[in-house]
């Protein structure tokens, strides 16, 4: 079946706006992830979903950064007041269970390329 | 907190000849994973070892964990231009919520 889509693929935005990346997992994937990644960087961590429950939000960098999973399926990454500091990739990716378990193999998305100006 | 180290950074391959990279991380953990990112792309899963003495093979890459030394490698046999492309190591973090990754290691194949 399809894999981690993931849109809009470039968003280029000014200072201050807010800004809203749409995350849509495989289908069935129980959880749901978010990383951003720097140019030459590996990913990092931002936040983490068990189906609508957001269990884990340590890598959010600041409180401009909230994300949302309502229904268990398609989840939206929100930066408020952007900066040009939050400029990266934004990548999703989504597993079949809760992470630890047998399948928790994580499938990556294609990512949002946000550039703040 | 858990952190990921690879090395090397960078390694330029000849065509034919035998590698190693590897991985090291900070604190107690039983998976690793390994990435490979083609430039401009996604990271496309290529290994996931879930406990110690775990071996993986898929064509000319062969990877290991090795958990009481905290200790990954990924050697690639043969190196071709095919392989050339950045690969990533991550680890789960003890809560099983996020994938902490290295910094990547970046091929290069040249004939």
């Known amino acids: 079946g399809a894999g981690v889509s993931q849109s809009p693929r470039y968003k280029v935005t000014k200072r201050g706006q807010d800004v809203a990346l749409r995350c849509d997992p495989i289908?069935?994937?129980?959880?749901l992830y978010w990383y951003r990644q720097a140019l030459g960087q590996g990913p990092e961590f931002l936040t983490y979903f068990n189906y609508e429950a957001q269990q884990d939000k340590s890598g959010l960098p600041n409180d401009r950064f909230s994300a949302e999973r309502p229904e268990g399926s398609i989840s939206t990454l929100t930066i408020q007041r952007t900066e040009q500091r939050d400029s990266a990739m934004y990548r999703c990716?989504?597993?079949?269970?809760?992470?630890?378990?047998?399948?928790?193999?994580?499938?990556f998305g294609p990512g949002t390329r946000l550039t703040v100006l | 907190e858990l952190k990921v180290e690879q090395n090397p950074l960078f390694l330029s391959m000849q065509e034919g000849k035998n590698y190693t990279i590897y991985c090291n991380y900070s604190t107690t953990s039983d998976r690793l994973y390994w990435y490979r990112q083609d430039p401009g792309k996604s990271l496309e899963s290529l290994f996931v070892l879930l406990s110690n003495g775990a071996v993986k093979q898929e064509g000319r890459l062969m990877a290991s964990l090795d958990t009481k030394a905290r200790l990954s490698t990924l050697h690639i046999t043969a190196a071709v231009h095919d392989l050339s492309a950045t690969y990533f190591c991550?680890?789960?973090?003890?809560?099983?919520?996020?994938?902490?990754f290295g910094k990547g290691t970046t091929l290069s194949v040249s004939s």
């Open positions: 990716a989504s597993s079949l269970f809760t992470a630890g378990g047998t399948w928790d193999e994580q499938f």
């Open positions: 289908s069935g994937h129980v959880s």
């Open positions: 991550a680890v789960l973090n003890q809560a099983g919520t996020a994938l902490i």
